[in-house]
């Protein structure tokens, strides 16, 4: 008879025009755990596209549930905090009312992982527009944490985004950083910088954040998985098990 003992699926909700993050996350994903994909519509990084993106969120939500994945992610920064404080639970509890799997977001996933490092302070850099990070910024004030700066490269094309080095993630990370902030924050899901994490980290002596890294960190916590993940940064390595 078929047996799924010791392995674990991993559900992903991202943008259609995103073409890094499955493969940032099959870089990272530990020996059993399995990513399974479901695609949002979005190919502009904007107001308006961030608002339509989730319109089909219940039904990629279900096509995911048919995989039995044990818990979904929709690792998208801007899409799930750009109406603001709530907006996320408001989406966590669309994607498991209509999967009937656990949820999470990438917006809720950085406010877990600044909790757990106690990182009150941070600052963001992301390859979007300026009005992007104003807006992620305000989510994460509002949930109590505090901006104290944030940089952004201006692109509007998704696509765009997702051709950007690596480099460009570590250059702005290290302009960005500030003696008195706890964190950096690398935002966007399709900006490529895991790779650079331990590397940053090692330049500031602070932990980095990623969009993709703390969206796999929580839904590897939420599935069950809480071994270090080793690598890719503070929060994997050391935080897995911290609730």
């Known amino acids: 008879m078929p047996s799924r003992q010791g392995s674990r699926r991993i559900g992903l909700l991202l943008p259609s025009s995103n073409t890094t993050q499955e493969i ?3 870089r990272i994903m530990p020996q059993g755990v399995t990513l399974h994909v479901a695609r949002l519509p979005l190919r502009t990084v904007e107001p308006s596209s961030t608002a339509r993106i989730v319109e089909d969120i219940e039904t990629e939500s279900r096509k995911l549930a048919d995989a039995d994945v044990e818990a979904i992610v929709l690792a998208a920064t801007a899409p799930s905090s750009r109406n603001g404080l ?33 990182a009150r302070r941070l600052v963001i850099a992301a ?3 300026d009005a992007t990070n104003v807006t992620s910024a305000a989510f994460i004030e509002a949930s109590g944490f505090r901006v104290l700066a944030h940089k952004a490269l201006g692109h509007v094309s998704n696509l765009d985004i997702g051709v950007l080095e ?5 250059d702005l990370g290290l302009a960005v950083n500030r003696p008195d902030a706890d964190a950096v924050m690398l935002a966007c899901g399709n900006w490529l910088t895991m790779g650079i994490v331990d590397r940053l980290e090692a330049a500031i002596g602070k932990p980095v954040l990623t969009t993709n890294q703390v969206s796999l960190w929580a839904v590897l916590r939420l599935a069950g998985y809480h071994a ?16």
């Open 24 to 26: 940032e996350y099959n």
């Open 86 to 118: 709530g907006y996320d639970q408001e989406l966590i509890r669309r994607i498991e009312a209509a999967s009937g799997k656990k949820a999470t977001t990438a917006s809720t996933a950085l406010i877990q992982a600044l909790t757990v490092l106690n």
């Open 127 to 129: 390859p979007w527009s």
């Open 166 to 170: 690596e480099q460009t993630a570590y």
């Open 228 to 243: 270090p993940v080793l690598g890719w940064g503070r929060l994997l390595r050391d935080d897995m098990e911290s609730q």
